[in-house]
């Protein structure tokens, strides 16, 4: 029941470069979340968008969602070696009781 | 010091038994999951509980069963009955159900089985 599919699945840049992610997903959804998984180990939560909001910043995190398109996008500014990780989003499932994550796209940060 | 704990990190089991992975949370949260993480994949729910004392298959809940006796405690069995339990496994916890809610991970067990 795969809801929201992220793309591309690996990126690769230079450290000090915009890293920019995105995901899309197929049925009309409440709220969409991103996390970072560092490898082998628990997500991390980043920042949730409401349906309703079209762009949400966080330091160096922004989301926009555009439900026309039903696509988002995660865009990290002036990357790090230590944003190297999976990113992930999450989207509602029929019936809202269940959050369902996306394969995700590994970023690789290179110093 | 608030958290979701796992334990324990690493498990390495013989086919054909039964294991019980750990998961204990301090956060007072309501609602429990456990998901299934197959390398270089995302996130698949086993199962979720939404309250103490009842809890809900998730998308590939065979295999492998629940308990919820206690609002901190949400442990999962991974029985004989699992066809590929080799896996890392990851509980989270939230304050409610459902995506408007951030979920809180543990840092994950790795599961092997020979």
């Known amino acids: 029941s795969q809801q929201g599919e992220e793309d591309p699945q690996a990126l690769s840049i230079q450290e000090g470069e915009n890293a920019t992610m995105n995901c899309s997903y197929k049925t009309s959804i409440n709220n969409l979340q991103w996390y970072r998984q560092n490898s082998g180990r628990g997500l991390v939560h980043l920042i949730l968008?409401?349906?309703?909001?079209r762009e949400k910043h966080s330091g160096r995190l922004r989301v926009t969602l555009d439900t026309s398109k039903k696509s988002s996008s995660l865009l990290i500014t002036a990357s790090r070696a230590a944003d190297t990780a999976s990113y992930f989003c999450?989207?509602?499932?029929?019936?809202?009781?269940?959050?369902?994550f996306g394969a995700g796209t590994r970023l690789f940060v290179k110093a | 010091d608030g958290g979701i704990t796992q334990s324990p990190k690493y498990l390495f089991r013989k086919e054909g038994q039964n294991v019980t992975l750990s998961c204990e949370q301090n956060l007072n949260h309501d609602a429990m999951y456990w998901y299934r993480q197959d390398p270089g994949q995302g996130l698949r729910l086993i199962y979720y509980?939404?309250?103490?004392?009842?809890?809900q298959k998730g998308d590939i809940a065979e295999g492998y069963s629940v308990s919820r006796e206690k609002k901190e405690s949400f442990p999962l069995t991974v029985t004989s009955a699992q066809k590929n339990p080799t896996a890392f496994y990851l509980c989270a916890s939230s304050p409610g159900t459902g995506s408007s809610y951030e979920q809180y991970f543990g840092p994950g067990t790795r599961l092997t089985v020979t």
């Open positions: 509980s939404q309250i103490v004392n009842d809890f």
């Open positions: 999450a989207t509602d499932a029929t019936g809202g009781f269940k959050t369902i």
């Open positions: 968008i409401r349906s309703n909001e």
